[in-house]
């Protein structure tokens, strides 16, 4: 638990994540090679990101 | 009540209307589109066809009239609709054939043919492959236009669905860390957890893959909308005339598109009558090579009779917005790591769909409105609703 947190705290990380994920959309529309990399990395981001806050936090 | 928590209930209100409504849906479209991100490898998997001939680098292609005449040597009385060049096999081409030119193209008989021998290679039945009967669930539910349009209007409601999501996310988060899972709490909040975590990493993926699923449900429109206006403009002049007894060559209509658009490759060629052209036409329409202009397709149309270029334009901006928006929802434009990622996306997207209609059914059971439970964040550490 942290205290109050205020729109800009809250909102900070999502929109980070949606730019980086809007990118990955376009990058390999753009082009081959290079373009498709950086479209599977910015696209594999919010899987790798859901994975290690779940798995932080497992009860053992 | 302070205007925040009554606008945020308000909000709260939408989201699960609008979520509650096309839950089902989106279930089915989440699953059914899963093993569509795979089709053409299920296909391989599932179906042997007839390989073409091996071809080396250089190969000429065949004549394509002769390649038309074996092809239509095979499906004795049918006239071609379609002659379309396999985007992914540059061996094989597709000759679609129907009983009359008129006749609706959706029951057509697809024949298989060699791109550089001009010979007969197969006619798979598709309709009854899994692959087929996935991609009727998803694009209409065997309900024809009707279920297209019906997705698509659930669609629309995901998109508010997501919309609404984020609003309501910030109450919820008030009081945790971005990425916050409690694991040692009850389901109920862990799964809220699991939603909100979700479902606010994915939202820009979820909002592009449901907006453009969206444009698609409307592709038959769109293509009569452009039959009706560029098209229409394009023949005007031919308005009157009926399909000529006898066309010209068809590779030679190839050929002058080819010399018409330079720089792009033939991607499928419209009968004159069909859908996709007038009666009085060879509509070929090319594409560019890279993955954006691959998409992008620009028709030349050849006078059937003399074989000569009528006019070529390219697309207008509703059809181009229509096949820029194609990728985007199918995920099939970066290789096979990105179908694996888009798979994932689409298997948390359930995941959201699940852990959503978890969440209002134990706040159903437990007596709190929904609304209440959204605009005040506190809620969630209810006893009633926690234990």
Redesign the interface.
Known sequence: ?????S?TQ?????LA???V??VG?IS?????GW??AV??AA??L??L??L???W????N | MTATTKSLRRWGAVHKWTSLICTLFMLLLCITGLPLIFHDEIDDLLHNQVKPAEAPSGTPPANLDHLLANALAQAPGKVPHFLIWDRDEPGAIWVSVGPSIDANPVDNLLIRMDTHTGAYLDSPDVTGRFTYIMLKLHTDMFAGLPGKLFLGLMGILFCVAIISGIVVYAPSMRKLRFGAYRAQRTRVVRWLDVHNLAGILLVAWTLVVGFTGVINTWADLVLKMWQFGQLAEMTAQYKDRGVPSKLTSLNGAVEVARHAVPGMTPSFVAFPGTLFSSKSHYAVFLHGDTPLTSRLLKPALIDAETGALTDSRDMPWYVSTLYVSQPLHFGDYGGMPLKIVWALLDILTIFILVTGVYLWMRRRKAGVSQERAIANAASIDNPVLTS
Not at chain 1, 1 to 5: L, S
Not at chain 1, 10 to 14: K, L, R, Y
Not at chain 1, 28 to 32: N, P, Q, R, S
């Open positions: 638990m942290v205290a109050h947190r729109l809250i909102f900070a990380a999502p994540i949606a730019i994920s809007t959309l390999a529309l753009v082009g081959d373009w498709d479209s599977w696209l594999g919010p899987v990101l859901y290690a806050f779940i932080r936090r497992r009860p």
